[in-house]
């Protein structure tokens, strides 16, 4: 049953202003009588009816099971909403507006409605190893130093098809080693301190991606990253688009130019802009001219068979009707 909650209240990233919106929720309206997560999971989702209810799945079948899964629909039109509340665990909170107000929006929603102490990263399409959280649980309990931690990934097609990982430096020296060329901490991966996320919001003026590494990009001085060894998540990925990919580059040109004498100097920035136009007419001569596989590949790690038959086991674990944990 969809219920009208009352007004909602959340932080614009881009001006740091409130605004309140009445959301409608489902399934848990009664929150404040249920016990309080540990860990909230944040996960905005559109038109994912095909690929959402893996996702489901794989959460359901997590090995940690004091969390809460806090979905924000963007406006879908498909009956992905229908595929979340179909599961009917009270541990889901579905909430709609019927409005499209993309990703960071959504994020910064999702932030403000969290009731954990810890906030992990979730996508409608990707695929939860089943320990994730009680190994990124245990790292940021045992390291109270470190405010965001990610991990590794395998990188699958649509069918369940793995052909490469995607493993990241683990300490925060080496990862911000060269903050002008990127910050390896996987945005699907992320889990991290509800305060640090609360304190950092997405930036939702300029829509268009990397949303994740305007952030890693903004708070790399004041905060701690780290990532695990381990493989944490399937990351869903066909092949890259062309708009996604310029806009992207645009993005982080942008980024880089706004950062300059500041979180970088003029000199790398301009060095990393120079990188960045390069990428896009690499990306531009590839997709046009249909090679989109071989990009998939450049960007993945090789697959070491251990690894390919850890992956296939917890594909098709997941496409079996979910256990939920205890």
Known sequence: MVVEARPVVWRNGSHGQMKAAALEVDGMDEEAKSPLPLISIAMSVLNCRRTVGVTMVSILNQTYGNWELVVMDDGSTDGTAEVVKSFGDPRVRLFRDGQRRRLPGRLNQAIQLARG???????????????????????????????????????????????????????????????????????????????????????????????????????????????????????????????????????????????????????????????????????????GSGLNERILKHRAGPLAPAVAERWQSVWEMNRKPAVAAG
Not at 145 to 169: C, H, K, Q, S, W
Not at 230 to 236: A, N, P, T
Not at 252 to 270: D, I
Request: proline share 6%; glycine share 8%; net charge neutral.
């Open 117 to 287: 102490q810890y906030i992990a990263r979730m996508d409608g399409d990707d695929v939860m190893y089943p320990d994730r959280l009680a190994k990124q649980l245990a790292f940021l309990e045992s390291h109270p130093e470190i405010d965001l931690v990610g991990g590794g990934m395998v990188v699958f097609r649509n069918g369940g098809e793995a052909y490469g990982t995607r493993i990241f430096p683990a300490g925060h020296d080496e990862i911000c080693r060269k903050p002008w060329l990127r910050v390896p901490v996987s945005h699907p991966t992320w889990m991290g301190k509800a305060e640090w996320f609360r304190a950092h919001p997405y930036p939702e003026a300029d829509h268009l991606f990397p949303e994740d590494r305007d952030l890693l990009f903004r708070t790399f001085r004041e905060s701690r990253f780290a990532n695990l060894p381990d493989i944490v998540l399937g990351y869903r990925e066909e092949g890259p688009k062309l708009k996604t990919c310029l806009n992207a580059r645009r993005h982080s040109v942008k980024m880089l130019l706004g950062g300059a004498g500041q979180e970088v100097s003029y000199a790398q920035a301009l060095r990393s802009c120079a990188l960045q136009w390069i990428a896009a007419a690499v990306e531009l001569v590839a997709i």
